[in-house]
């Protein structure tokens, strides 16, 4: 049976869709990346799509540390998020994003494999070597058909493949 959704339907569920952008905020280049990536999805109605720093730490603590505090607060908002998508810049110092990412995989992506998006720019593969956590994690899951991998080059985020992707995601999840 085919689900015929009506274009304010669409638009009301495009709004509604919980969207996590995860990746490095270091150094600048790359989180000036994932800023651009979520002005880009509010901009064309992913309107309730953040980044990890657009949510307080759930606890006030003075006994963590900043980069502690945001691992930990992305972990909580990966669970309550309907979408992931990682960006993973050549530039980027990703080892919070790489442990987010492993985190997933190991939590079989809390329920969101066929919802996760990877996004890595030509480039990054190399700058993290052969023996990491990461690459191994990427071993494991390329080739599944239910995590969606796109590769971009030259700081040339493809916009329009992940706005399609996020479609298919909301509007033809898979069965």
Avoid: W
Avoid at 20 to 30: C, F, R, V
């Amino acid at each position: 049976m085919v689900k015929i959704v009506k274009p304010d339907a669409e638009s009301s569920l495009r709004v509604k869709t919980k969207i996590l952008i995860l990746g490095s905020y270091y150094p600048l280049e790359a989180k000036n990346k994932l800023k651009q990536l979520k002005d880009y999805l509010v901009s064309v109605g992913f309107e309730n799509t953040k980044l990890v720093e657009d949510f307080k730490f759930p606890v006030e603590t003075n006994y963590l540390d900043h980069d502690l505090k945001a691992v930990l607060n992305s972990f909580y908002n990966i669970a309550s998020s309907d979408i992931l998508i990682f960006l993973f810049a050549k530039e980027a110092d990703s080892i919070g994003a790489i442990m987010e990412f492993q985190k997933c995989s190991d939590e079989k992506f809390y329920g969101k494999k066929g919802k996760t998006l990877v996004l890595m720019e030509k480039g990054f593969r190399k700058k993290q070597g052969k023996s990491n956590i990461f690459t191994g994690t990427l071993k494991m899951l390329i080739g599944e058909d239910k995590i969606k991998f796109l590769e971009f080059k030259d700081d040339k985020i493809p916009f329009m493949e992940v706005r399609e992707q996020l479609n298919q995601f909301i509007f033809s999840p898979p069965l």
